[in-house]
């Protein structure tokens, strides 16, 4: 069975795709720790960051750091965390978002109620980044 983010990469769920290519798709979190908070996921089921391949991986990380350097144009924070986390959904998932102390990384604090159209403009504003 397909994992929710396959789904999503597929384009079976909705999702707010800012970046793919034949490797990776990077789109934003429904729960957002802050505004633009977005996972840079492979396109192949990968369950645990330990087993990608190394090639992958470093792809990944080219992939997370740009949209790293996207965050930060937009939002301006005072650094941009990179998590791996993957307990949720098993499928490798790189957390990148804003932060501006450590509690911003607190799973707990999410904005289980952020609003599509505050998604929507986010996903708008990282993709001009990152198309420009």
Known sequence: ?????????EGELPGRI????????????IEPLRPGHTLVVPIAEVDDWLDLDPDLAAHLM???QRIGKAIDVVWKPTRVAMMIVG???????????????ER???????????????????????RRVLDG
């Not at 098993?90 to 804003?98: D, E, F, M, R």
């Not at 904005?111 to 998604?119: C, E, G």
């Open 1 to 9: 069975m397909p994992t929710i983010f396959t789904r999503i990469i």
């Open 18 to 29: 800012i970046y793919r290519d034949d490797q990776c798709a990077a789109f934003l979190t």
């Open 62 to 64: 080219m992939v997370a």
């Open 87 to 101: 307990l949720e959904v098993p499928h490798v998932h790189i957390h990148i978002t804003g932060i501006d102390s």
């Open 104 to 126: 911003d990384l607190d799973f707990s604090l999410v904005d289980r109620n952020a609003s599509a159209t505050s998604l929507d403009d986010a996903a708008e504003r990282l």
